[in-house]
């Protein structure tokens, strides 16, 4: 019942930044909590950040913790995530996705977009 689309992501250097975006369609955007999960050529999906249905509650990866920020606008639909102090082993495709509650699982998201490409090089 929601569609997902990303966007933003692209090439930059270590140190740089990006903000990804997250469409949402549908009218029960707000009734979702939303994540971010990548993953890299070889290896499995990993969680990356999670937010809340009203955007209280915030988690993330001790990988990108300090790094990444996770917000969402429910009036747009869209939630974000901006990625600061970029290093080349972020480099993976990031995947928006829509859970019941917020969890740093997988397998918790009923509804997953496309993913966009995120390269970072040294």
């Known amino acids: 019942q929601v569609q997902l689309v990303e966007s933003g992501g692209g090439l930059v250097q270590a140190g740089g930044s990006l903000r990804l975006s997250c469409a949402a369609s549908?009218?029960?955007?707000?009734?979702?909590?939303m994540g971010w999960f990548r993953q890299a050529p070889g290896k499995e999906r990993e969680f990356v950040a999670a937010?809340?249905?009203?955007?209280?509650?915030?988690y993330y990866a001790d990988s990108v913790k300090g790094r990444f920020t996770i917000s969402r606008d429910n009036a747009k639909n869209t939630v974000y995530l901006q990625m600061n102090s970029l290093k080349p082993e972020d480099t993976a495709v990031y995947y928006c996705?829509?859970?019941?509650?917020?969890?740093?699982?997988?397998?918790?998201?009923?509804?997953w977009g496309q993913g966009t490409q995120v390269t970072v090089s040294s």
């Open positions: 937010i809340g249905r009203n955007g209280g509650d915030t």
């Open positions: 549908g009218r029960t955007f707000s009734t979702y909590a």
């Open positions: 996705a829509a859970a019941q509650v917020a969890a740093p699982v997988s397998h918790e998201y009923d509804y």
